[in-house]
T-cell receptor, first 114, second 115 residues
Framework: NAGVTQTPKFRILKIGQSMTLQCAQD?????MYWYRQDPGMGLKLIYY???????DKGEVPNGYNVSRSTTEDFPLRLELAAPSQTSVYFC?????????????FGQGTRLTVV | QKEVEQNSGPLSVPEGAIASLNCTYS??????FFWYRQYSGKSPELIMS??SNGDKEDGRFTAQLNKASQYVSLLIRDSQPSDSATYLC???????????????WGLGTSLAVNP
């Protein structure tokens, strides 16, 4: 059971380039999330999804896009990368919105925009 | 704006001591509370969850919840250097909040356990 898998682990982008961060989970979780974490800071929610075909904005969605065509996959697209998007990105999933939901995290993607 | 607040630390304790980490939240109707541990350069991992007032113990960890005072704490007994990490408090808003599909995160408290 792999859990939540993110790729790539590291990436350097030039300003203006685009890329997609991949996230896949094999736990049949309905809920998936994308967070970013800047050094010494907490987690900020970018986008989340409550099921295939349904996505919604979090706290900091500008400059990002997501899609959820399957239960397993939740890619995050960065268009026109900017230095402000330098961060560590975490994908997470949880089973449902029920009382005892915990979030399982991927290992993170460290992105640098230069 | 729903908030979860934690002291950023660093909290420094000697090995073998009790580390006490605190978290307050603003949404009175919140029902689910989680403590995650994050080692430097790693992803968060769940260590404790608590839903009812009182104490919940799991090994060296005890979570304490007081809904009337709107705080949740984490005690780590017999602290070890391997407990050195950032501890994140997360709170799930109530069902009637309209958007309880995501956790509200504190900024985390950095704990250093000194040998």
């Amino acid at each position: 059971n792999a859990g939540v898998t993110q790729t790539p682990k590291f990436r350097i982008l030039k300003i203006g380039q685009s890329m997609t961060l991949q996230c896949a989970q094999d736990m049949n979780h309905n809920y998936m999330y994308w967070y970013r974490q800047d050094p010494g800071m907490g987690l900020k929610l970018i986008y989340y999804s409550v099921g295939a075909g349904i996505t919604d904005k979090g706290e900091v969605p500008n400059g990002y896009n997501v899609s959820r065509s399957t239960t397993e996959d939740f890619p995050l697209r960065l268009e026109l990368a900017a230095p402000s998007q330098t961060s560590v990105y975490f994908c997470a999933s949880s089973l449902t919105g029920a009382l005892d939901t915990e979030a399982f995290f991927g290992q993170g993607t460290r992105l640098t925009v230069v | 704006q729903k908030e979860v607040e934690q002291n950023s630390g660093p909290l420094s304790v000697p090995e073998g001591a009790i580390a006490s980490l605190n978290c307050t939240y603003s949404d009175r109707g919140s029902q689910s509370f989680f403590w995650y541990r994050q080692y430097s350069g790693k992803s968060p991992e769940l260590i404790m969850s608590i839903y009812s007032n009182g104490d919940k113990e799991d090994g060296r960890f005890t979570a304490q919840l007081n809904k009337a005072s709107q705080y949740v704490s984490l005690l780590i007994r017999d602290s070890q250097p391997s407990d050195s990490a950032t501890y994140l408090c997360a709170v799930k808003p109530p069902l009637f909040a309209g958007n309880n599909r995501k956790l509200i995160w504190g900024l985390g408290t950095s704990l250093a356990v000194n040998p």
